[in-house]
């Protein structure tokens, strides 16, 4: 038993130690918790999307401030809450871990790692949502983003800094183009951002692995609140990916961040806005649910040399019902983004792949975001394109056509085979250049539709052994000089003498 001189001893070393700091925090009482949702009384001093603390470990999102009461969305497992529970404000608006040491990790909208690869070092946080750069902050998007998916990179081209719409209905191609997209950043110094929002963990699991086995994941992170995950959660994911992506742009860094889907990020938001009792609008969806969508757009930029001269470039993904792109969300996200990728179902069964109509396809940056040599090539490309689109419809009525009508058709049939390519296979700048020049300047015009696919392939395999220098020579100057047009014509000229498809093998 203690003595009364050491108990006196005791108690002087701890005031001698004793370090006080005062510390303000609102106290609240929940009155009402279900669904996910809790109602709390007494926390006049909270912010809007402040973190409330529910004891426990478990935090919740200050959502609606009403008269007398805050309704707060439960961020993870709400059943341990009670009526009578106390609440405390955190002062801290809601954030989520961002750094380098997420790279390759695979983690939830509050950046705990699920991965099972261990805890995540980093001490860096951001708010998940935060106004968007200025006008002034911002600069000219002129810089491209190659997606190594020759039709977009031609035809409907992506700029870093841009918000690029991918569309179309379930089954047609519109996550392949994003994972391709990211798995050609490789090398690029463009770290990755992939958001997954309300898919099966299984589906979230092949793409880790894909991007694992092509070496993608070293310059990539996935940020997922699967199917099985809160409301809650998916309304919060795509916020803190963004976030996440803003702390590389915001040191001069370049990212890419894919919202996979903002349909699915849509039908969250209503479900949490309808329990938390915001009145329902159009289709039920609440009345600020394009101003959801265009601040969290808005946040990809390329911003001005004075600020760091970073870029964070948007690759969201929404899903269609039967290629209705007029619906309330598809037409809400067209109109905030600079352009959109549409994939049709016809397309794709037809095995055109990637299944890209390149009729209502468009780029609202185009040019500007492509190197001189691929916009030298396009141009031409796109209006071949065109001619074809407008005569297939007409040549299905009649056979009696004419040898020019005849000519652009066979140019056409060979153009589109040629903008075919298979998944995970993303083709290098210079390379696309090469066999869209061959496209648009007759030298396929003799090959069988057939083998057009292997005539790329055997040009591809020539450009890397016997052809290095022409390749080189586009990479390196970045436009056809006349030269470099002039040695390329040369190349395809011995390669189509070296070369030949007479007929289907």
Not at 133 to 144: A, C, H, L, Y
Not at 309 to 331: F, H, M, R, V, W
Request: charge should be negative.
């Amino acid at each position: 038993m203690a003595t009364t001189s050491e108990i006196t001893n005791i108690i002087t070393a701890q005031i001698k130690g004793f370090q006080g700091h005062a510390g303000s925090a609102d106290v609240g009482t929940v009155v009402e918790i279900g669904d996910g949702i809790a109602r709390v009384h007494g926390l006049a001093g909270c912010m809007a999307s402040e973190l409330l603390d529910f004891g426990d470990g478990v935090f919740g999102l200050a959502f609606n401030l009403e008269e007398d009461t805050v309704s707060a969305i439960v961020l993870g497992d709400y059943t341990g809450i009670k009526e009578g529970g106390v609440v405390r404000t955190t002062g801290r608006i809601v954030e989520t871990p961002v750094g380098d040491a997420l790279i390759g990790r695979v983690v939830d909208p509050l950046g705990r790692p699920v991965d099972g690869k261990g805890p995540i070092a980093t001490t860096a946080s951001r708010p998940a949502d935060v106004v968007a750069p200025g006008v002034i902050m911002r600069k000219n998007v002129d810089t491209p983003l190659q997606t190594g998916i020759k039709a977009i990179d031609a035809m409907i081209p992506i700029g870093r800094g841009q918000r690029e719409l991918i569309i179309g209905d379930r089954q047609t191609g519109k996550t392949a183009v994003a994972i391709d997209a990211i798995i050609n950043q490789k090398g690029t110094g463009v770290i990755c951002i992939y958001v997954a929002i309300g898919q099966k963990e299984s589906s979230v699991a092949k793409i880790v692995a894909t991007l694992e086995e092509h070496g993608a994941m070293e310059h990539t992170i996935v940020v997922i609140a699967g199917s099985s995950s809160p409301a809650t959660l998916q309304y919060l994911a795509p916020f803190s990916g963004c976030a996440m992506g803003e702390f590389f742009r915001d040191r001069g860094g370049n990212a890419l961040v894919v919202y996979d889907d903002l349909s699915k990020h849509a039908w969250a938001y209503r479900q949490v806005s309808l329990l938390t009792r915001r009145p329902p609008g159009r289709e039920a969806y609440p009345g600020d649910v394009f101003y959801l969508h265009s601040r969290l757009l808005e946040r990809a930029a390329r911003l001005s040399e004075e600020n760091g001269g970073g870029s964070l470039t948007a690759l969201p993904i929404i899903e269609t019902q039967a290629n209705d792109i007029s619906a309330y969300i598809p037409t809400n996200v067209i109109s905030i983004t600079d352009g959109q990728i549409f994939l049709e179902t016809d397309l794709f069964n037809q095995g055109i792949r990637p299944a890209i109509n390149v009729g209502i396809s468009v780029s609202r940056v185009g040019g500007d975001a492509q190197v001189k040599a691929m916009k030298t090539v396009s141009g031409r490309l796109k209006l071949d394109m065109a001619q074809f689109r407008e005569l297939a419809a007409f040549a299905q009525f009649g056979s009696d056509l004419d040898k020019v009508t005849q000519a652009q058709l066979r140019r056409g049939e060979r153009l589109t085979e040629i903008l075919k390519q298979h998944q995970y296979g993303p083709v290098p700048v210079e390379k696309q250049v090469a066999i869209i020049f061959a496209g648009t300047n007759g030298f396929l015009d003799d090959v069988p539709v057939a083998r057009v696919r292997d005539f790329e392939r055997d040009l591809y395999r020539s450009m890397d052994t016997q052809a290095q220098g022409v390749g080189a020579a586009i990479k390196k100057e970045g436009k056809l000089t006349p030269e470099i047009e002039k040695s390329l014509r040369a190349m395809l000229d011995e390669f189509k003498k070296a070369h030949s498809y007479a007929a289907a093998a």
